[in-house]
């Protein structure tokens, strides 16, 4: 995936966190607040298990340059974002810069789509942090959850380092069109929350057929269906910020569908036994096959998971 280097970036939706102090007591409160995350509570869970969770989340060495730049205590200033990532060119070569770039092709598609179906689009802020973060309306979490959507707030929440850990212990490919599908997925539920689709799953259902799993499932989709026009949505210049898109990419972002299964968590990450009692995300199989519905169709009505007979793979 190639970001057209001469395009600008809007950083007006993002808010730098990283270094202000947000701290966190643990991902289960965020998510079992009614945060909603690309892998969620059982990573959690798994990795205090092994000793990777708990009160510090995942150990990443090093850090990723940042849009700030923001030192411990500091307050969060959107405009060091800005004068950070400005153009395509920054996005293909600085990850928060490319996580701009994602953002504003998204914001961009849903905003179009909505207009097309008369309705309005209400873009969500993004937030980086670093290690923990207090959400508006969720709770707190540690970076152990994983990327995750608060319905309460409106606001996606991710820790950048998140994407080498999709690589060091989930064993992905890895690479730009990867991580834009884990960032489509959490705007995935944001689409969720304005067309009310959320408020219809109770929280703590599990199951190979729960509705959490559905909710996961579509959003998998939505995913899909931007990244089927990903090259085709336009910047505020007229020209589309993303001018490639390769058949490596599209595996490379099945391939982290299926790192990210519950299956392949549980039994890879868990000690082996798979208990689909337990799934709330879906196996990795149905979150390819929503992924894959999604950017073949290009079209969100096609990301029914909650139809009556619906077969969810």
Known sequence: MRFDEGADLDTSNIDDLRGSGGGGVGGRVALGGGGLGVVGLIVYFLLSQLGGGGGGGFSVPGGIP????????????????????????????????????????????????????????????????????????????????????????????????????????????????????????????????????????????????????RLELQADCYAGVWANHATTVPTQSGRPLITEVTREDVAAALDTAERIGDDFIQSNLGGGRVDESQFTHGSSAQREKWYTTGYQSGDPSQCDTFARGVDLG
Do not use: K, M
């Open 66 to 213: 940042g849009l700030g730049g923001l030192e411990q205590g500091q307050q969060t200033d959107t405009s060091a974002a800005a004068s950070a990532c400005r153009t395509g060119e920054q996005a293909n070569t600085q990850l928060d810069c490319e996580v701009v770039a994602v953002v504003n092709s998204l914001d961009g598609y849903w905003t179009d789509a909505f207009a097309a179906s008369g309705q309005t689009y209400a873009p969500p802020r993004t937030n980086f942090f670093s290690g923990g973060v207090t959400t508006g309306g969720c709770g707190s979490a540690t970076s152990a959850s994983g990327p995750f959507y608060c319905p309460a707030d409106s606001e996606v929440y991710i820790d950048l380092t998140f994407f080498e850990e999709l690589e060091t212990r989930f064993g992905a490919q890895g690479g730009p069109f990867s991580r834009a599908y884990v960032i489509a997925h959490e705007y995935g539920h944001h689409i969720q929350n304005l067309l009310g689709t959320s408020s219809r799953v109770q929280g703590g259902e599990s199951g190979p057929t729960s509705g959490s799993v």
